[in-house]
T-cell receptor, first 117, second 116 residues
Framework: AQKVTQAQTEISVVEKEDVTLDCVYE???????LFWYKQPPSGELVFLIR??????QNEISGRYSWNFQKSTSSFNFTITASQVVDSAVYFC??????????????FGKGTKLSVKP | DTGVSQDPRHKITKRGQNVTFRCDPI?????LYWYRQTLGQGPEFLTY????????KSRLLSDRFSAERPKGSFSTLEIQRTEQGDSAMYLC??????????????FGSGTQLSVL
């Protein structure tokens, strides 16, 4: 079975603090993709990153960085110097790479991040 | 630049009634997806179209649910004989076909359904 676990239900930080959102996944597939999406209060999920299982390089994009560790089945997301606009629900998701499931993303339950001024 | 558009934004209905939602994907995106999200949960996959062909359906999609994409552009999701358990946010997403698998999805703002 495939599963994504985001153990942190809610996190609250003060602006400018760094924060890490945890994501642990389960899959028997050797090839798969991992994603992070942001869902602000408006409700529209916004794509942040897509990573395939063969690419374990960490990635940095501005204040965002992602740490993919296959050995621990984790794909954690860090926001550096958080800002109020980062307040949202963040979802980690997994999808297999076989042809039939092009869009069957398996989402975690999400982590609600509140950044206070 | 128009994103994925969903209509209506909110729908309140009585149990037993039929409802229909519409999704207009980003122009030229030939893949379209429906997801359902309940409070405090992540979205759950319902079904997926490539052009007008419905290629995959989740077990969550009971016989009361039907989705269409007749001309490969907009899509409709109909729920017949609604039940209170159908109350959820229904999300539509689209993606281009760039010859890649598992491309990123562009989501709409969703239709919030409340069944009384």
């Amino acid at each position: 079975a495939q599963k994504v676990t985001q153990a942190q239900t809610e996190i609250s930080v003060v602006e400018k603090e760094d924060v890490t959102l945890d994501c642990v996944y389960e899959t028997r597939d050797t090839t798969y993709y991992l994603f992070w999406y942001k869902q602000p209060p408006s409700g529209e999920l916004v794509f942040l990153i897509r990573r395939n299982s063969f690419d374990e390089q960490n990635e940095i994009s501005g204040r965002y960085s992602w740490n993919f560790q296959k050995s621990t089945s984790s794909f954690n997301f860090t926001i550096t110097a958080s800002q109020v606009v980062d307040s949202a629900v963040y979802f980690c998701a997994l999808t297999p790479n076989y042809g039939g499931s092009q869009g069957n993303l398996i989402f975690g339950k999400g982590t609600k991040l509140s950044v206070k001024p | 630049d128009t994103g994925v558009s969903q209509d209506p934004r909110h729908k309140i209905t009585k149990r037993g009634q039929n409802v229909t939602f519409r999704c207009d994907p980003i122009s030229e995106h030939n893949r379209l997806y429906w997801y359902r999200q309940t409070l405090g949960q992540g979205p759950e996959f319902l079904t997926y179209f490539q052009n007008e062909a419905q290629l995959e359906k989740s077990r969550l999609l009971s016989d009361r649910f039907s989705a269409e994409r007749p001309k490969g552009s907009f899509s409709t999701l109909e729920i017949q004989r609604t039940e209170q358990g159908d109350s959820a946010m229904y999300l539509c997403a689209s993606s281009p076909n760039l010859g890649l698998s598992n491309e990123k999805l562009f989501f709409g703002s969703g239709t919030q359904l409340s069944v009384l």
